[in-house]
């Protein structure tokens, strides 16, 4: 009987002892927990949303299709802003590849775009760089790409590197191949000066 005494008193002691012990653990937690900038805590967007408002846009954007050619076009960007009254849609940050069916690759960047609605293309400019994946690299003020069929012309001074040499010239012209049906050929145009380098 003694012992059943002790066995319940002990209980009861128990269940006072171990809320209160809990009690004290929580409250020095709470003591010696640092203080919190209520300020800090929660970080703002630093968006100015007038702006945002007078001027919509969209980020990271991606386009793909396909042209009448047969030719996967791929466009993304950093940042694009819809077309609106008297403006053109832009683009900055532009990204533009080109996979021909001859298994060719182009791809283009350049820090902006302007779509051509009527035209049916887009105009890269801020200097822009185009790689092929038959070794050239070229690097021009601007290009124009077409939308609707495999063509990338430029109309301003060219400074290319290839499996030939070093090439300067006036313009040139990606497009589809007229005499070989399903091919696609790079052409210089102007004045064109070629720096052959031997065994290139």
Not at 62 to 70: H, L, N, Q, S, V
Not at 83 to 93: D, I, L, R, V
Not at 187 to 195: A, E, I, N, Q
Request: net charge negative; charged share 25%; proline share 6%.
């Amino acid at each position: 009987m003694a012992r059943v005494d002790r066995h319940t008193r002990l209980v009861g002691w128990l269940k006072v002892a171990l809320p209160l012990t809990a009690l004290a653990i929580l409250s020095t937690l709470f003591l010696v927990a640092r203080r919190i900038d209520p300020e800090a805590a929660l970080p703002y967007a630093e968006v100015d949303v007038e702006d945002l408002a007078r001027e919509p846009r969209m980020t990271a954007p991606t386009y793909a299709g396909t042209t009448e050619d047969g030719a996967a076009l791929t466009l993304s960007a950093t940042e694009a802003r819809p077309e609106a009254e008297g403006t053109p849609a832009k683009a900055a940050g532009l990204r533009l590849e080109l996979a021909t069916p001859d298994g060719g690759r182009t791809e283009l960047l350049a820090a902006e775009a302007v779509m051509d609605d009527a035209s049916r293309q887009v105009l890269l400019s801020g200097g822009v760089t185009l790689t092929t994946s038959s070794g050239y690299r070229l690097e021009t003020a601007e290009v124009a790409a077409k939308l609707d069929r495999t063509g990338l012309e430029s109309r301003v001074p060219v400074l290319a590197t290839g499996p030939a040499g070093e090439i300067r010239a006036d313009g040139m012209v990606l497009s589809q191949d007229n005499q070989t049906p399903g091919a696609y050929v790079l052409v210089f145009k102007g004045g064109v000066r070629l720096v052959y380098q031997p065994g290139s």
